[in-house]
């Protein structure tokens, strides 16, 4: 769907909802690879293999984030040269994309190869943990390019005009992540290896039907070759590299969160906070999937210089985000036992922990919807500047925190430092939002957008 398809009749919670609904499905869906081992692992390794993983994941994300490179900058390439209708030119970036996945897949083989081990000592991995944490990455060693390609080729996919077909991919391999899961860890009892086999598998199948979609007569776009072309390259590096830093950035603040409470606590606390994170993923996932969705008709209604519109599709995304953020905060409160539960259900030592820390560290996560939202907002209206201010702001301001605040307080520092890190840079971000919102609204607008509905 594009933006050509609003139509001025429709009102805004229509087209809201006809934009992020889907966004939503797909966000949550990508999120299923992660969790669905965690869920696993916690139940068939224990304590130990929950912070294996968690200290494999940035290691393992970062790896992915060049598919990610890839794919934002491949995809957007692709689309504009549709639009363009220059399908050589969409051609030419495909098989760009393709020479890129590769080469860095070539790169990522010998970096987890030579510095994997080291990578989890650094985060304080030791004794279990490290053990449990090298099997996983070991298997990577050898998997990387289906790692890279499987986050590639589903948003080649979606910008070859295919976005149902990129939704069965990424379905398909959350599905059979589950029954390979099952079997690797719960019949075969292969452990963290298995889980990241299990994982591998379930990248190659999408890989390769993405492959076949694009070597069939079902691609618009078609691979019948594989030529490198430098300049698109370059292009595609350029397009994707801050999707690909937000990715890393996310990576390292997990890093960091391991290396503190191996710190100030021990392997249990790592394990704990590998369920709070799968938690909290939902959420996250959740939120970002509705800023993904108002980008198209804000930016649609900046175009068209509807403003009142803007203003009512950002007030009823924070709304959502918020209302949803507030509603899991107390359910998560309320029934942590069942959510924990998930992960484990047998270790009381490891639900003990997982329950204090899941009260403090998500006791502010509505406010990262909000901050997602900000980001998007300014981005969508052509602020540039602005959205990477509420993006770098976003980095930078929870490292004192993770700093000082553990010194003080402990463990508990370490559960509340990105709590007190969203707070600060909410009470900075949200005047700058209500400002910008009031200022537009002011500006000369189309007279239909007046007489539209606005919430």
């Keep these: 769907m594009t933006c050509t398809s609003i ?24 999120g299923l690879y992660q969790i669905i081992d965690g869920i696993f692992v916690g139940h068939y ?11 494999a994941w940035p290691i393992i994300a970062t790896i992915m984030g060049f598919g990610i490179l890839v794919g934002m900058g491949a995809g957007t390439l692709m689309s504009i040269s549709r639009g363009e209708q220059q399908p050589q030119q969409a051609s030419s970036a495909l098989q760009t994309a393709i020479g890129l996945s590769l080469l860095f897949s070539v790169i990522s083989m010998p970096i987890v190869a030579i510095w994997g081990r080291e990578l989890l000592i650094l985060q304080g991995a030791a004794g279990d943990s490290l ?57 075969l009892h292969q452990g963290l290896q298995g889980a990241a086999i299990a994982t591998a598998i379930s990248q190659f199948v999408v890989t390769l039907l993405g492959v076949i979609y694009f ?6 776009i078609r691979l019948t070759s594989l030529k490198f072309n430098l300049n698109k390259a370059w292009r595609i590096v350029q397009l994707g590299a801050s999707s690909m830093l937000m990715f890393a950035y996310f990576s390292f603040v997990i890093a960091l969160h391991n290396r503190l409470l191996m710190t100030y606590g021990s392997d249990l606390h790592v394990g704990a ?24 008709p804000v930016s649609y209604d900046f175009g068209e210089k509807r403003y009142p519109r803007i203003k009512g ?12 953020g507030i ?45 997602f939202l900000a980001s998007v907002y300014f981005m969508a209206v052509g602020k540039a500047r602005k959205a990477m201010f509420v993006s770098l702001g976003n980095m930078a301001v929870q490292l004192p925190f993770l700093y000082f605040v553990p010194q003080w307080l402990g463990v508990d520092g370490v559960w509340l430092a990105v709590p007190l ?12 939002l209500y400002k910008d919102i009031m200022t537009l609204i002011n500006q000369p607008q189309h007279t239909e957008a007046l007489l539209t509905h606005t919430p």
């Design 215 to 220: 070597i069939s007569h079902q691609g618009e």
């Design 45 to 55: 390794v224990g304590y130990a293999g929950l912070a294996g993983i968690n200290m």
């Design 421 to 432: 890190s969203n707070l600060a840079l909410t009470l900075i971000v949200a005047p700058m």
């Design 273 to 296: 906070f590998a369920i709070i994170g799968y938690l909290a993923t939902m959420y996250y996932l959740f939120a970002e999937g509705i800023a993904a969705g108002m980008q198209p």
């Design 327 to 371: 509603t899991t905060v107390v359910v998560l409160n309320v029934f942590p036992e069942f959510f924990i539960s998930w992960f484990s259900d047998s270790n009381h030592e490891l639900i003990a922990v997982t329950i204090s820390g899941m009260r403090l560290h998500t006791c502010a996560l509505y406010l990262d919807g909000l901050l």
């Design 313 to 324: 599709t950002l007030w009823l995304a924070i709304k959502v985000v918020f209302i949803s």
């Design 131 to 187: 053990t449990h944490g090298y099997d996983y990455i070991y298997v990577f060693i050898y998997s990387a390019p289906m790692a890279i390609f499987s986050a590639v080729i589903p948003m080649l996919v979606r910008n070859d005009n295919s976005p149902k077909i990129a939704t069965a991919l990424t379905i398909l391999g959350a599905l059979l992540n589950i029954a390979l899961d099952y079997l690797y860890l719960g019949i």
């Design 7 to 30: 139509k001025n009749n429709e009102s805004v919670s229509q087209v809201f909802w006809r934009f992020t609904i889907p966004s939503v499905a797909a966000m949550l869906i990508n």
